[in-house]
Each structure stands twice: as structure tokens, then as C-alpha cells.
């Protein structure tokens, strides 16, 4: 990540934000034009966006990062329970409750560096997944999963004889009024959360996550997360106490994990602790390395990237092949369907895989690093271009 | 009588049965040279990083200016105004020289942890003059923007020092500057360390190379088997027999 000066930051961000907001124009020719789908997108390059705050600019690689989507669903489908089907207090609360959780975890698993550090965390969200299953049901309700019900019975909820698991109370509604049929959506201020203005709420905090990671790359504070990665035993003999600038970095990347979480259960406000198991944590790591780790846009894109074959290339079936490859004599098709057929619908992880290990093996930079290399050849072609042009112009 | 800046108090360190420090006693003066000088194993690095906090000894204790060092971390010594160049240079081999010297400045002024997550580094302007400035004193004006990993070993000790004068510590410890450079690199970071000399900076320094240790020693300590043997000034060290003994071995009869 280069210094940058203030103008292009400026740029990239009104860049970053006008693509988000053109996204579904933009992604319509390659299929993904519909807003489940691009709620995943900012939803999850929230996640990655905060994951990088850590991974990317101090080196430390948490395995645990689902356990803060996770505890930030849970805490938000509580407020959609006790409060309002409003989303605001739901975000707030869930990020909260996601920094104070990173906090805790932090604390420990900061004592330690490297593959210590990593096994750590992922120790601990392992145990919050488990305990998720066990002994917290009353808050967690177990493999059903929390969810959004009914209002209970005004008369047994003047007596607190409840079963908050199957029965809702939503106090900040009822004493505004609100009239409930059914299990109700989740809501701003009466706009549903659901189609176009759900991915637009998801979009503003995306662009407003972005932000706020280009403010912490850039700030002093962002510089010791750099050194602190480039030589930390260094920068202990610099006079810089390591352990709060790690900490305070490992809180904000929960806190931005919490808040993925909370928009996840925004979307379908339903929580189960699938969400925090380790191969939850692994795909952040791949979104932020595939994408360019340390780089400001590669997690979102790396988010995007599989986000966008776990939903398309996992619909193309073999039907699609055939129409694909119609153009061809009826052996050669079928020969065709089944050799693409492995690397699509249910394969599609193996065309992940291959991505993936292209990339770490030719690009450690990520993807960014090949726009990167795009755009320095492209560069020196023009000079070398211009230096020939003046040298003829000479003759 | 002049100030002692860094007072080491009958310090004692072993590892596993080896001796590798006995009764210690040092005292360095306001504004002198210290250069600490012995035999390979004569215990010179452990006594440097006994005074730095890497190593705690096993009794006796350093003082700097009146506060005790030993138990502290390294970054409360460093806060104190106790700055280290290392055997190796240590820099931070991603980042730019610019940036490597913005990183001490910053922790000089800031103190050793400040929540500043708003504030542009590029806009600290007076501390990036600062930097520059220093990066060009010591004859690095050309590299300011060269990641730290791409330079040559000079410019890196270079860098370092750079480092570790923006601080303007009180006392800089000093590992073995010129190990592994060439004599005209020698030479020329004899002349940066009398440079900062004139700045009244104190400084200890480890070296083998006697020519460095003879043109910039205001004293000497010599160091053999983990003891002081000798103390001195320089042409008080020359003519000593304990010393030409321990480098030479003993007379043969």
C-alpha cells in the first residue's frame, strides 16, 4: 500500500462508491443483477474489508474471524426479538457486542504471534460454534437456529412467563404501535429490507466501511499497523507498545465482522451457528488473499469474486452446457458437458481451488497485483511509445 | 564532577553455568564515547543487551539517569530516551526510508501508544521535515522514497542510525556499527559518529575494529571471560599489558 496522497484517495473512494451504487446495472450482463445476491456482495466485502484491517496491515492471520459474524447475528435477531424490527438498533447493537466479544478474544490471543496466534483463534471460534450447539441454546436455540417469531400473548407478557425463544416482545414497536400480521420484515423506519432497498442499506455501510479503511491505512495509527507487521520486534525498540495498537486493531475488524453479521441477519433474520464453524473463517482468508491482501480494494473484490461462483457457477448445470455447446456435432458435445460439467454446478469449488492456487503461486499480491502488473506494462509501453515518437521527431 | 548517565552496578549473568557476565561495574559520563572493546565471547553483546532489556541479569542492576532498567520492557527503555542500533541493521524492510524514520518520530512524540486513527500521517508535515532532514544529513536524500529491503547493507545501517537520532535519545547504545562494511563505509560512519559527537549525544559502542574505536572513544572498557579488565583512555588502553594479553594471548617465555 503506497503513501497515497489525499486527491486520489478522494478518487478512489467517489470511484469505489459510484461502482457500488451502479452494481446492479453494472453486474446484470454476467447474471448477478439481482439484490439477494448483491446484498451477499457488500455483505461479505464488509467482512473481508475488516478482516484485511488485521490480516492485511499487521500480518497477524485470525482464524476465527465467523465467530464475530456469528455473535453479530445473534445479537441482532435479539434486538428484532425484544426491540424493533427497525434495523438501526440491531446494527448498532450487534457491533457493539462484536467489539467487546473481539475484545475478550483479543486480549488472549494476542499474547501470542504467527501460527500460535492463528490456532488460537481459531480454538476460540470453534468454541463458540460448539457452545452455540450446547450449553448456550438458551440464547443461541440450538440447531433450529434464532429466529424472528410471533409477538407473544400481551397478557402472558405482562406476567414474564415467556419463552423468548418462541415468543417475541419487540417493546420499542408496541409502544409505537406498530401492527404485526404474521412474522414481520425487517424495516428502516417502515422501508422493507428487503429487494433493492435491502442491498441499497447494505451498499451505504459498504461505502462507508471503505471509507473508514482508507482513514485507518492511511492514519499514523494504520503506519504502526504496517511497521508492525514489516519488523515488530523493531518497532518494540522504537518505543511503540505493540500490544494496544494490535488489540485496538483486532477489535475494529471484529466490530466490522459484527457488523456483516448483523446485515446478514438484516437480510433473513435467522442466526445459527453454521455461520461461525472454521470453514466460515477460512473463506474470509481466501476473499482477502485472492483479491490482494493489504491493498484497500482487493478484499472487496476477492468477496465478490466468490461470492459470485458460489452462487452462478453453482447453477450452471448440465442443461446449460448443452445449450452452451449446441454449436458442436452430438459426440463432441457430450464429451464437452462432461468435462465442463466438472468444474461447474456442484464442482465449482474445484475451479475455485485452481483460481485460488493459480493466484498464490504466480500472484502473491492477489489480484490487485495483477491489475498492478497490467497497468505498469501498459505504462511503459506508452513511454517507451513516446521516447521513440520524440526520437523520430529529432531525426 | 560530571554527570554518570548510565550506571551498571555489579552485574552478574550466567547462562546455564557459564559466566558470560561477572561484577560489572560501569559507569558512562554525560557526553562521552564509551566504547566497550574484548575478544570474541568476551561477553560485550550480553552486557548491551542486559542494559536494553532483551536480558534480565541474574543480579546487580542498571540505572540510567537515576531509574532502574532492569525489568523494564524494552519500549519503557526506549521511552526513556535509550535508543539501540543493532549488529544486524534492523529496519522496517517494507516500508519506505521516509516512512522508517516517521515511524520513531512518531513514537518519540506520541509516546508509546496513541489512538490516532483519523489523523493523516502525510499530513504531519512537521515531523515528515524532520525526517527529511535527518535522511539528508546523513547523506540519504536520493533513497528518501527506497523501500528499506532493496538497499544495500550500508544504507541500512544508515537508515538505522537515521532512526534512532530523530528520537534525540539521551544515550545510544551502539552494536558493532561498522561490522561487515567496507573501509570506505567505515570511514565514512566514523565521520557520521563524530558528527553526532559534536551534538554532546552520550553514546556506548561495541566494536572489534580498533581503528573505529580509537578515533571516536572518549574511554574504554576492555572485556574478557565476562570481567572488566581494564578502563581507561584510549592511550591508557594501548599500552596496557592486561589488554595486549587477552587479544594476544599470553607472552610465551
Redesign the interface.
Known amino acids: 500500500m503506497n503513501?497515497?496522497?489525499?486527491t486520489k484517495d478522494i478518487i478512489l473512494f467517489v470511484i469505489f462508491a459510484g461502482l457500488v451504487i451502479a452494481a446492479p446495472v453494472l453486474l446484470t450482463p454476467l447474471g448477478a443483477g439481482y439484490p439477494d445476491l448483491l446484498q451477499k456482495f457488500a455483505i461479505f466485502g464488509i467482512f473481508a474489508i475488516g478482516f484485511n484491517i488485521l490480516f492485511g496491515l499487521t500480518g497477524y492471520l485470525s482464524f476465527g474471524h465467523a465467530a464475530f459474524l456469528g455473535v453479530g447475528s445473534y445479537a441482532s435477531v435479539w434486538m428484532f426479538k425484544l426491540l424493533s424490527m427497525n434495523v438501526i438498533p440491531a446494527v448498532i447493537f450487534s457491533v457493539i457486542v462484536a467489539g467487546i466479544f473481539a475484545l475478550l478474544i483479543g486480549f488472549i490471543t494476542l499474547r501470542r504471534s504467527g501460527i500460535y496466534f492463528s490456532i488460537l483463534t481459531l480454538a476460540f471460534a470453534q468454541m463458540s460454534y460448539n457452545l452455540a450447539y450446547s450449553v448456550l441454546t438458551p440464547i443461541t436455540n440450538g440447531e433450529t437456529g434464532l429466529q424472528v417469531r410471533q409477538l407473544a400473548p400481551s397478557d402472558r407478557a405482562a406476567d414474564y412467563v415467556l419463552n423468548l425463544r418462541d415468543e417475541d416482545l419487540r417493546i420499542l414497536d408496541q409502544a409505537f404501535g406498530v401492527v404485526e400480521q404474521g412474522i414481520p420484515i425487517t424495516n428502516l423506519f417502515g422501508i422493507k429490507m428487503s429487494g433493492y432497498p435491502g442491498f441499497y442499506f447494505c451498499a451505504v455501510l459498504l461505502i462507508i466501511a471503505f471509507g473508514l479503511s482508507i482513514?485507518?491505512a492511511?492514519?499514523?495509527?494504520?503506519?504502526?499497523l504496517?511497521?508492525i507487521?514489516?519488523?515488530q520486534?523493531?518497532?518494540?525498540?522504537?518505543?511503540?507498545?505493540?500490544r494496544?495498537?494490535l488489540i485496538?486493531a483486532f477489535v475494529i475488524s471484529g466490530m466490522y465482522a459484527g457488523l456483516a453479521g448483523s446485515l446478514l441477519a438484516v437480510t433473513d433474520p435467522l442466526a445459527g451457528a453454521e455461520r461461525m464453524q472454521w470453514t466460515a473463517s477460512g473463506e474470509v482468508v481466501l476473499m482477502t488473499i485472492l483479491g490482494g491482501a493489504g491493498t484497500l480494494i482487493g478484499p472487496v473484490l476477492g468477496a465478490t469474486l466468490i461470492k459470485y461462483f458460489e452462487n452462478i457457477f453453482s447453477a450452471i448445470n448440465d442443461n446449460v452446457l448443452q445449450g452452451f455447446y449446441s454449436f458442436l456435432p452430438d459426440s463432441l458435445n457430450e464429451i464437452a458437458v462432461a468435462v465442463s460439467g466438472m468444474f461447474v454446478g456442484k464442482g465449482w469449488h474445484l475451479t475455485l481451488g485452481l483460481l485460488f492456487m493459480v493466484i498464490v503461486v504466480f500472484l502473491p499480491g492477489g489480484l490487485m497485483q495483477g491489475f498492478q502488473l497490467i497497468a505498469n506494462r501498459f505504462k511503459r509501453k506508452k513511454k517507451t511509445d513516446s521516447t521513440q515518437h520524440s526520437k523520430q521527431a529529432a531525426e | 564532577m560530571e554527570n554518570i548517565v548510565l550506571h551498571v552496578n555489579d552485574v552478574h549473568k550466567s547462562f546455564a553455568g557459564l559466566h558470560a557476565l561477572s561484577d560489572i561495574d560501569l559507569a558512562v559520563r554525560e557526553g562521552e564515547t564509551h566504547a566497550i572493546i574484548g575478544p570474541n565471547g568476551a561477553g560485550k553483546s550480553t552486557l548491551l543487551n542486559v542494559c536494553?532489556g532483551r536480558l534480565k541479569p541474574d543480579s546487580g542492576s542498571v540505572v540510567f539517569d537515576g531509574v532502574t532498567l532492569t525489568g523494564k520492557?524494552?519500549?519503557e527503555i526506549?521511552?526513556l530516551g535509550v535508543?539501540?542500533v543493532?549488529q544486524t541493521p534492523?529496519?522496517?524492510?517494507?516500508?519506505?526510508a521516509l516512512?522508517n524514520v516517521?515511524?520513531?518520530a512518531?513514537?518519540?512524540r506520541?509516546?508509546?501508544?496513541?489512538?490516532?486513527?483519523?489523523?493523516?500521517?502525510?499530513r504531519?508535515k512537521g515531523l515528515r521535515a524532520q525526517a527529511e532532514h535527518m535522511l539528508e544529513d546523513l547523506g540519504m536524500a536520493d533513497q528518501m522514497q527506497q523501500i528499506a529491503s532493496e538497499m544495500s547493507r550500508g544504507n541500512k545501517r544508515r537508515l538505522e542510525l537515521a532512526?534512532s537520532l530523530i528520537?534525540k535519545p539521551r544515550l545510544l547504545l551502539l552494536d558493532e556499527p561498522t561490522a561487515g562494511m567496507a573501509r570506505h563505509d567505515t570511514n565514512a560512519t566514523i565521520d557520521l559518529l563524530k558528527k553526532i559527537k559534536e551534538g554532546g549525544m552520550t553514546k556506548v559502542i561495541i566494536e572489534h575494529d580498533m581503528h573505529v574505536v580509537f578515533s571516536l572513544a572518549d574511554r574504554i572498557s576492555v572485556l574478557a571471560g565476562g570481567r572488566i579488565i581494564a578502563q581507561g583512555t584510549p592511550d591508557e588502553i594501548k599500552n596496557n599489558p592486561k589488554v595486549k594479553e587477552a587479544y594476544l594471548g599470553e607472552e610465551q617465555v
Do not use: H
Open positions: 503513501q497515497g496522497s489525499l482513514l485507518i492511511r492514519s499514523n495509527f494504520g503506519m504502526m504496517k511497521a507487521k514489516s519488523n520486534n523493531r518497532l518494540n525498540y522504537t518505543g511503540v507498545n505493540t494496544p495498537y485496538t | 536494553i520492557k524494552p519500549y526506549n521511552q535508543a539501540r543493532f534492523e529496519v522496517f524492510p517494507d516500508l519506505t516512512d516517521m515511524v520513531p512518531l513514537a518519540k506520541d509516546g508509546s501508544f496513541k489512538m490516532s486513527v483519523i489523523k493523516r500521517l502525510s504531519e532512526m528520537q
